[in-house]
């Protein structure tokens, strides 16, 4: 019964994404090659404190939902964001910034609403929630990063490791899909709303917008 109302809720979540996705205007320019290197430090500074910030909050997931399937399901984004974070150092060392740099990136308040939001459900929404809100919005954020890592390799003459971060988001962890599913299922089966789970998933991807659209402000 609940891995049914789960599927149903997946499918429901993916197609009111599907139906809401509009132009990415920074995709666009960069595709065209018109961001200019400033502004591809302000993705660099953005994404770091995104990172930063997604693997707390899956860490702090999985120490509110310990046990299976979400335990395991949120520690291994947890370690995912380990990875990106090592990754995204090459990016931000291709543009010719440092570490300090990165931390001296002051962030643009829209472009860091999608983690505000993720951490606020990772310290008090259900599981549910999160699992759905990453699974119901993995197809447009692994489009979104398999565009820039192309275009970056092509308008912008980065070499493989450079584009690594976004590489690495374009692809879907092995698994990630059943097992978000799961958990999505478990939350539900435990009587965790659907309506919140499904709201969640609509915000989540209206804060992912808010970043696109706040590295492409003023070009």
Avoid at 16 to 25: H, L, T, Y
Avoid at 50 to 60: H, K, M
Avoid at 142 to 163: I, K, S
Wanted: net charge negative; hydrophobic share 50%; proline share 5%.
């Amino acid at each position: 019964m609940a891995d049914d109302l789960a599927a149903e809720l997946v499918a429901r979540s993916r197609a009111d994404i599907a139906a809401s996705v509009g132009p990415n205007r920074f995709l666009e320019l960069l595709e065209a090659g018109e961001v200019p290197p400033e502004r591809l430090a302000w993705l660099a500074g953005e994404e770091f404190r995104i990172v930063g910030s997604d693997r707390r909050s899956f860490a702090l997931l999985a120490s509110r939902f310990p046990e299976a399937p979400a335990g395991a399901f949120f520690l291994g984004l947890a370690q995912g964001e380990n990875e990106a974070f090592v990754l995204l150092q090459d990016f931000a060392a291709a543009l010719g910034l440092s570490d300090k740099d990165l931390i001296a990136y002051e962030p643009k308040p829209l472009a860091q609403t999608y983690p505000a939001y993720l951490a606020q459900r990772a310290a008090f929404g259900a599981s549910s929630e999160v699992a759905l809100a990453m699974l119901a919005n993995l197809e447009e954020w692994g489009a979104y990063c398999g565009r820039v890592a192309e275009a970056l390799r092509g308008r912008y003459g980065m070499d493989e490791r450079a584009v690594g971060f976004f590489a690495f988001f374009a692809e879907a962890p092995p698994g990630f899909a059943d097992q978000a599913a799961d958990v999505v299922a478990a939350g539900l089966a435990a009587g965790e709303r659907p309506e919140d789970a499904a709201l969640a998933a609509r915000m989540l991807h209206a804060y992912e917008t808010a970043f696109w659209n706040a590295l492409a402000e003023g070009l």
